[in-house]
């Protein structure tokens, strides 16, 4: 037996609607492995905002502090925002998730000094997530999650590191369908926002077009 013919045909369904997302350009995304004990059938998906050439081209963000900042790579890129995506299902459904989908997503970002103070930071971050699921028409229900702010102090040999103050958002919330793309879309609009990137012109996309595997 062919192990398609294990996968629900929703969640084929779902996976299909995945890869016709358009996400912004400046997103890396990429598929990771999926978590095993969730659910039944899952898929996951790493994402990276990366600003080639340092700390100048920072300059033009609200997010991420330009200072600081340092490149995993080792080169003059800055990784401005990183983030995770996944995609639950169970056919029999879940009292929970109040449906048989369920979406868990991922955020942290590095601010700047003046925003990661704000006390106000948790309900912006959650007014981002609200936004774009409403701006890209992501149909939904049963919404919840947490905003963090982490700071970061070094202290012996790496005293010369100054202070920053990271922001982590997870999320939950149930697809009102099947059609995962707007959500995905959605998602990938606000981990741009917390990079700091400014909204791309009207119209202006790019095709996500990655293979996406079964759980």
Do not use: K
Not at 13 to 40: H, N, V
Not at 53 to 70: D, I, M, Q, R, Y
Not at 85 to 105: C, K, N, Q, Y
Request: charged content about 20%; some cysteine; hydrophobic content about 40%.
């Amino acid at each position: 037996m062919n192990a398609l013919d294990q996968v629900p045909a929703d969640f084929l369904f779902a996976l299909g609607t995945l890869r016709q997302a358009r996400c912004r350009s400046e997103l890396r995304l990429d598929e990771i492995p999926a978590p095993a004990r969730l659910a039944p059938f899952a898929v996951a998906l790493g994402a990276e905002v990366i600003s080639p050439g340092g700390a100048a081209a920072v300059g033009v963000a609200h997010g991420p502090a330009a200072a600081g900042l340092e490149s995993s790579s080792g080169s003059d890129d800055i990784e401005l925002a990183t983030g995770r995506f996944i995609l639950l299902h169970d056919p029999d459904g879940s009292a929970v998730w109040d449906g048989e989908f369920r979406i868990v997503t991922y955020i942290r970002a590095r601010l700047e000094p003046e925003m990661g103070n704000d006390e106000m930071l948790g309900s912006v971050a959650w007014t981002w997530l609200v936004e774009a699921l409403e701006n890209h028409h992501a149909p939904y229900r049963s919404a919840g999650g947490t905003a963090t702010r982490v700071l970061s102090e070094s202290f012996g040999t790496l005293s010369d590191r100054p202070n920053s103050i990271d922001v982590e958002v997870r999320a939950s919330w149930t697809p009102a369908t099947p059609d995962i793309s707007s959500h995905l879309e959605a998602w990938s609009d606000m981990v741009c926002t917390f990079a700091g990137l400014p909204p791309p012109p009207h119209g202006v996309s790019s095709l996500l077009r990655r293979r996406l595997g079964h759980a």
